[in-house]
């Protein structure tokens, strides 16, 4: 490991840090899994913990004693530092937090092997808010949800934004897409009752007591403008609504994703 002092912008070495588009990320290694760049030293320690690679890191001056612990996991790469102002000019914004780490991805697990003796997950229809996304992710981890399911054309859960807004815990949660959208008989095959998050006739409540009493769950939540597919919520099993005071008519999907996965952890 080496710590680098660093005034320069140009420099092939920090090219994964001034990369604006999270697709060229993703790409970086083509064919081979891409990169993505963790913010803040939690962050990194989770991702760490998690067993992603570290490639390169960048961090601000004065973080290089504060994150003494992550720089030792780090092993033998390079460890580039500047004063902060260097450091906007290079990443293009204000670090918070003082340091990013650039890592490379893992070969997503079969969706198979994610829903292997699961009993409660969350499915994410095009959802492609990355923000949402994160929160999604940070909420499911928090209420015992065990995994977490993609359609293909939904936003990447190791998008920085994501990665932040979940505050590392899409480390820990077991999550992967989906092949296609004909996702709703990949499901039912493992035994899964399937939950639609919809306003739509005939719903239950979310805390309806038939809810209560399903061995394995997959909660599907749609995306932000359209919400779910008439198709997926007419091949589901149950539609489900989280009940609303006059005048609104729904929850932002993070929000939503939230209450339903707090009711249904509830024994």
């Known amino acids: ?25 993703k790409r970086y290694f083509e064919p081979e899994q891409g990169i993505f760049i963790a913010e803040s030293p939690k962050v990194i320690r989770l991702a760490l913990d998690a067993g992603y690679e570290p490639l390169s890191a960048l961090a601000e ?7 003494s612990d992550i720089i030792e996991r ?27 780490c650039a890592m490379r991805r893992k070969k997503l697990p079969a969706v198979g092997e994610v829903l292997q003796n699961k009993t409660r997950i969350a499915v994410l229809e095009d959802i492609m808010n990355q923000t949402n996304i994160g929160a999604i992710m940070r909420s499911a981890a928090a209420m015992k949800v065990e995994a977490v399911l ?16 979940s505050m590392g815990t899409v480390f820990r949660m077991p999550w992967t897409y989906f092949e296609d959208d004909n996702y709703i008989s990949k499901l039912k095959e493992y035994g899964f009752t399937t939950v639609a998050m919809a306003l739509h006739d005939n719903t239950l409540d979310i805390d309806s007591p038939v809810l ?6 997959a ?14 919520i007419e091949s589901c099993d149950y539609t489900v609504k989280i009940p609303m005071a006059d005048g609104v ?4 999907v993070a929000a939503a994703s939230a209450v339903a996965f707090w009711e249904l952890s509830k024994e």
């Open 219 to 232: 909660v599907i939540l749609g995306n932000e403008g359209e919400g779910l597919k008439q198709s997926t």
């Open 150 to 165: 993609l359609t293909p054309a939904s936003s990447d859960p190791l998008y920085r934004r994501s990665v932040r807004v």
């Open 1 to 25: 490991m080496r710590i680098i002092e660093t005034d320069r912008l140009d420099i092939p070495e920090l090219i994964p840090y001034t990369i604006t588009s999270e697709i060229q990320l």
């Open 212 to 217: 209560k009493c399903l061995e394995k769950t």
């Open 74 to 100: 780090l092993g033998d790469i390079d460890v580039y530092t500047a004063d902060s102002d260097v450091l906007t000019e290079i990443t293009g914004f204000k670090l918070t937090q003082g340091m990013l």
């Open 249 to 252: 008519d729904s929850l932002n």
């Open 61 to 67: 001056r004065k973080y290089i004693s504060k994150a």
